[in-house]
C-alpha cells in the first residue's frame, strides 16, 4: 500500500549533486513527489528533502540506495509523528473585479496568508503550511481562476533532538 514518506538527506552543497540523487529515483523509475534543497546551518552541507508515494518497503530501499551515492552524507525517512513540515506556494489568482478581490482577501485572511502582489486584473497570494492547507486554498481559489501557480515541495525537520546527523556514514 502506497503512502507518503519524506526523507531527510544531508548532502555535500556542490555542483551536481541534486542532479545524482534525482537521477538515481530515475534510473530506478521511481517519481519524487517535491524535492526542496537549501544551506544549513553548516556552509559546506546542503539539506534536501524528497517526497515520495510509496510502500514502506520500497522507501527503505530507496534510503538505502541515496545513501551509496558518494556526495550523500546521511540519509533518514522522517518519522510523521514528530514531523514538523511546511511547504510555500505562490498563487495568481484573476481579479475581474472590486467583489471578487474583496472575496480573495477574505479568504487570503482565513487561510493566515498573504498578497504580495496586486494590479488591476490579478492578485498574487503567497501560502505558507502544509501541502493539505495550500490543496484547500487551492481547491477553493478554483472559483475565482487561477492563473499560474508556483509551489516549492515540502521541508521538513522532526521535534525534539532528533537529526539526519546521527545517520552520517564512516568516510
Do not use: C, W
Not at 487551492?138 to 487561477?146: T, W
Amino acid at each position: 500500500m502506497e503512502e507518503t514518506f519524506v526523507l531527510g538527506m544531508l548532502v555535500e552543497h556542490r555542483p551536481g549533486v541534486l542532479q545524482k540523487v534525482s537521477s538515481m529515483f530515475r534510473r530506478r523509475g521511481f517519481n519524487i513527489e517535491s524535492i526542496s534543497v537549501g544551506p544549513t546551518e553548516q556552509k559546506d552541507l546542503a539539506r534536501m528533502t524528497i517526497t515520495i508515494e510509496e510502500d514502506e518497503a520500497t522507501a527503505r530501499q530507496l534510503a538505502k540506495q541515496t545513501q551509496k551515492i558518494i556526495d550523500v552524507l546521511a540519509v533518514k525517512i522522517l518519522n510523521p509523528e514528530h514531523l514538523v513540515a511546511r511547504e510555500l506556494a505562490l498563487v495568481k489568482l484573476r481579479v475581474p473585479d472590486s467583489k471578487t478581490r474583496t472575496d480573495i482577501t477574505n479568504y487570503v485572511n482565513v487561510f493566515r496568508s498573504r498578497i504580495v502582489d496586486m494590479s488591476p486584473e490579478s492578485i498574487i497570494v503567497e501560502i505558507t503550511g502544509t501541502p493539505d492547507k495550500i490543496d484547500a486554498f487551492l481547491s477553493l481559489a478554483q472559483d475565482f481562476g487561477v492563473i499560474e501557480v508556483s509551489r516549492t515541495g515540502i521541508t521538513a525537520l522532526e521535534r525534539g533532538l532528533s537529526t539526519i546527523k546521527g545517520q552520517n556514514k564512516e568516510k
